[in-house]
């Protein structure tokens, strides 16, 4: 891609995600510099039209990832990830891109993957695989592994909480409720879901200060 990208000017391109601009319901895109090919970016775009002429098959990879997706940060404590309903983000490798098969399940395969249940699975069965000890190097494959909410009433409500999440990502109030909701979604006991939030909430507060 690295030919192709570009500093964004009146409003072209397609934006190209670095992990570092995702935090848990926000892409930080244009708001945050980014790093990509050894240089410092402020809002990196890639030029789709100049790709499919000149790399058509990468063009082609590129028209595959203008779908509803989830975009997964590879190195976190937490599992971080962001939606895209309109399909225009290009994922930067390593972040991870989750397409699900029908494009109207996007905010319940981001309610599972933003779900505290699934933080902890990713520290329990992979942690130290990132750069430190405590953190998780996120792959497609421990994606693939994460176990699904077993009350699809639940869930149902937890995709609708996310999704309002993402409009108001600062509102914590609506965090925490998302939170309780997807927890008891995967069946776990009020009290077990408390300490399991509380957890989360901390890491929470430590990533994105609020």
Same mark, same amino acid.
């Given at each position: 891609?690295?030919?192709?990208?570009?500093?964004?000017?009146?409003?072209?391109?397609?934006?190209?995600?670095?992990?570092?601009?995702?935090?848990?319901?926000?892409?930080?895109?244009?708001?945050?510099?980014?790093?990509?090919?050894?240089?410092?970016?402020?809002?990196?775009?890639?030029?789709?039209?100049?790709?499919?002429?000149? =790399? @058509?098959?990468?063009? $082609? &990879?590129?028209?595959?990832? *203008?779908?509803?997706?989830? +975009?997964? /940060?590879?190195?976190? !404590?937490?599992?971080?990830?962001?939606?895209?309903?309109?399909?225009?983000?290009?994922?930067?490798?390593?972040?991870?891109?989750?397409?699900?098969?029908?494009?109207?399940?996007?905010?319940?395969?981001?309610?599972?993957?933003? =779900? @505290?249940?699934?933080? $902890? &699975?990713?520290?329990?069965? *992979?942690?130290?695989?990132? +750069?430190? /000890?405590?953190?998780? !190097?996120?792959?497609?494959?421990?994606?693939?592994?994460?176990?699904?909410?077993?009350?699809?009433?639940?869930?149902?409500?937890?995709?609708?909480?996310?999704?309002?999440?993402?409009?108001?990502?600062?509102?914590?109030?609506?965090?925490?409720?998302?939170?309780?909701?997807?927890?008891?979604?995967?069946?776990?006991?009020?009290?077990? /879901?408390?300490?399991?939030?509380?957890?989360?909430?901390?890491?929470?507060?430590?990533?994105?200060?609020?």
């Amino acid at each position: 891609l690295v030919p192709f990208v570009r500093e964004r000017s009146a409003g072209d391109g397609l934006p190209l995600v670095t992990s570092g601009l995702i935090n848990p319901a926000e892409l930080r895109w244009g708001a945050t510099p980014c790093r990509f090919a050894r240089r410092r970016w402020t809002s990196p775009v890639v030029d789709a039209e100049a790709l499919r002429c000149d =790399a @058509p098959e990468l063009g $082609a &990879w590129l028209d595959a990832r *203008r779908r509803p997706k989830v +975009l997964v /940060a590879s190195q976190t !404590r937490i599992s971080e990830a962001v939606a895209d309903t309109s399909g225009r983000m290009v994922p930067s490798v390593p972040v991870v891109s989750v397409e699900p098969g029908d494009p109207r399940d996007v905010w319940r395969v981001t309610a599972a993957l933003l =779900a @505290p249940v699934a933080s $902890a &699975w990713m520290l329990h069965h *992979r942690a130290g695989s990132g +750069l430190s /000890a405590d953190a998780v !190097r996120v792959s497609a494959r421990a994606v693939t592994e994460l176990p699904l909410p077993t009350d699809r009433e639940r869930w149902d409500a937890a995709a609708g909480l996310v999704e309002r999440w993402h409009a108001e990502p600062g509102d914590a109030e609506l965090r925490r409720r998302f939170a309780l909701v997807a927890c008891t979604a995967y069946g776990l006991s009020e009290s077990a /879901a408390d300490n399991l939030c509380s957890w989360w909430h901390r890491h929470i507060e430590r990533l994105t200060g609020a």
